[in-house]
């Protein structure tokens, strides 16, 4: 860690968070929960791993600005004394850009492989695990998953950090943390929707119609669409996302090694891995070849591999956690994420990434520090699953 990146960090987070992001860290929720948990790995008791649902991509700077200068500034702290070492992707900074570059390592983020074992990783790791010094942040379901109320799959890196906390002989303690996102509800969605509709030539245009039954619509229409993209020709069956997401795995076992064996989620790394190892070895940018999709992906038989190949892992990387019928409870704030989410496909679609994903303004975030979960040796370290996917 150095000194420049902590000390933006612990000056300007919140205000980043705000003005760049669009979100404001309205509440914190259940503080007493982590506050017991962290004063019992300062006082050397246990280990302390923080895990916390991947909802958004403002998830990063907004746990940056809760722990580096929300925290210290309302609890009267030393600056570091609530800081946290972040694990993530090692893929990450191929599409965050240089100031994410510069600032991951001087903040002590660890990088971390989805698809291969790397020494030095691990060591680091084991270190934080060990030292105490700092207790260690990280999302379990290895992508964003974009919904508040909805876990995608899981990973086993929590399981091997608790296993070697335990083989240490010391407790570990997880303590769940989670972000929901309160969308701003004076902004009209259904427009928004039926103008990034209209843009890829379709019309779904239905007055008079309740906004859950305009999504179940657009849901259907956007998926059909989809697929006849991909093939030339109209679903049958009736699961189309499912149809939608083996076509664009099919495409991708053309060039990349996919064993079939694998879950789904591995597949997604091994794809997203190929694709951008193949931009690294072409010398292609993600905002290089973005372009070129968006001025190519009405004419696919246009794109050359590459494009096509990166359009697919784009559409895979956000189908893989959409539920069709998330929206259906009614509620106000599950019907915004439901249309983030159609508007994403479109991104997609058109050759857009994560960056380019739209997030509504003046969002508001509440953290929720959960009940923590307390391993001490002898212990099943993979009885963490079922408190993080249940919540309390």
Same mark, same amino acid.
């Given at each position: 860690?150095?000194?420049?990146?902590?000390?933006?960090?612990?000056?300007?987070?919140?205000?980043?968070?705000?003005?760049?992001?669009?979100?404001?860290?309205?509440?914190?929720?259940?503080?007493?929960?982590?506050?017991?948990?962290?004063?019992?790995?300062?006082?050397?008791?246990?280990?302390?791993?923080?895990?916390?649902?991947?909802?958004?991509?403002?998830?990063?700077?907004?746990?940056?600005?809760?722990?580096?200068?929300?925290?210290?500034?309302?609890?009267?702290?030393?600056?570091?004394?609530?800081?946290?070492?972040?694990?993530?992707?090692?893929?990450?900074?191929?599409?965050?850009?240089?100031?994410?570059?510069?600032?991951?390592?001087?903040?002590?983020?660890?990088?971390?492989?989805?698809?291969?074992?790397?020494?030095?990783?691990?060591?680091?790791?084991?270190?934080?695990?060990?030292?105490?010094?700092?207790?260690?942040?990280?999302?379990?379901?290895?992508?964003?998953?974009?919904?508040?109320?909805?876990?995608?799959?899981?990973?086993?890196?929590?399981?091997?950090?608790?296993?070697?906390?335990?083989?240490?002989?010391?407790?570990?303690?997880?303590?769940?943390?989670?972000?929901?996102?309160?969308?701003?509800?004076?902004?009209?969605?259904?427009?928004?929707?039926?103008?990034?509709?209209?843009? #890829?030539?379709?019309?779904?245009?239905?007055? $008079?119609?309740?906004?859950?039954? /305009?999504?179940? +619509?657009?849901?259907? !229409?956007? =998926?059909?669409?989809?697929?006849?993209?991909?093939?030339?020709?109209?679903?049958?069956?009736?699961?189309?996302?499912?149809?939608?997401?083996?076509?664009?795995?099919?495409?991708?076992?053309?060039?990349?090694?996919?064993?079939?064996?694998?879950?789904?989620?591995?597949?997604?790394?091994?794809?997203?891995?190929?694709?951008?190892?193949?931009?690294?070895?072409?010398?292609?940018?993600?905002?290089?070849?973005?372009?070129?999709?968006?001025?190519?992906?009405?004419?696919?038989?246009?794109?050359?591999?590459?494009?096509?190949?990166?359009?697919?892992?784009?559409?895979?990387?956000?189908?893989?956690?959409?539920?069709?019928?998330?929206?259906?409870?009614?509620?106000?704030?599950?019907?915004?994420?439901?249309?983030?989410?159609?508007?994403? #496909?479109?991104?997609?679609?058109?050759?857009? $990434?994560?960056?380019?994903?739209? /997030?509504?303004? +003046?969002?508001?975030? !509440?953290? =929720?520090?959960?009940?923590?979960?307390?391993?001490?040796?002898?212990?099943?370290?993979?009885?963490?699953?079922?408190?993080?996917?249940?919540?309390?």
């Amino acid at each position: 860690m150095t000194r420049l990146p902590l000390f933006i960090l612990r000056r300007f987070s919140l205000f980043y968070l705000r003005y760049f992001e669009n979100v404001t860290l309205w509440e914190v929720e259940g503080f007493e929960n982590f506050a017991h948990s962290h004063d019992g790995f300062k006082r050397g008791d246990h280990g302390l791993v923080i895990p916390f649902r991947h909802i958004a991509k403002a998830d990063a700077p907004l746990y940056s600005a809760l722990f580096g200068q929300y925290l210290p500034s309302r609890n009267r702290t030393d600056r570091l004394y609530y800081w946290v070492r972040f694990l993530f992707g090692d893929m990450v900074l191929d599409w965050t850009g240089p100031a994410a570059r510069w600032i991951f390592p001087g903040i002590g983020a660890v990088p971390v492989s989805n698809q291969k074992i790397v020494s030095s990783q691990l060591r680091t790791i084991r270190n934080i695990l060990t030292d105490l010094a700092y207790p260690l942040c990280m999302a379990p379901e290895g992508q964003v998953n974009y919904y508040n109320d909805k876990a995608g799959d899981l990973t086993g890196g929590l399981t091997h950090f608790i296993k070697w906390s335990l083989e240490a002989g010391r407790d570990v303690v997880i303590q769940p943390v989670r972000i929901f996102y309160k969308y701003n509800e004076n902004i009209n969605y259904r427009k928004l929707i039926i103008g990034e509709f209209y843009a #890829i030539g379709l019309d779904i245009s239905i007055p $008079d119609k309740s906004f859950g039954i /305009f999504l179940d +619509k657009a849901v259907e !229409t956007l =998926l059909n669409h989809l697929f006849f993209y991909l093939t030339g020709s109209p679903c049958e069956s009736g699961d189309v996302l499912a149809a939608i997401i083996e076509q664009l795995i099919g495409r991708s076992r053309e060039k990349y090694p996919l064993d079939r064996r694998k879950r789904l989620i591995d597949k997604v790394f091994i794809f997203r891995n190929g694709v951008f190892q193949d931009l690294k070895n072409e010398r292609i940018t993600v905002p290089g070849i973005s372009r070129k999709i968006k001025n190519l992906w009405r004419r696919p038989e246009d794109m050359n591999e590459l494009h096509r190949l990166y359009q697919y892992q784009q559409l895979l990387d956000v189908l893989v956690n959409f539920d069709p019928g998330y929206h259906g409870n009614g509620s106000k704030n599950r019907e915004i994420e439901q249309t983030l989410y159609l508007l994403d #496909i479109v991104n997609r679609l058109q050759g857009g $990434d994560i960056n380019s994903r739209y /997030f509504p303004k +003046k969002t508001r975030a !509440t953290v =929720l520090f959960e009940t923590p979960l307390r391993f001490v040796p002898g212990e099943n370290p993979d009885k963490w699953k079922e408190l993080f996917l249940t919540g309390n």
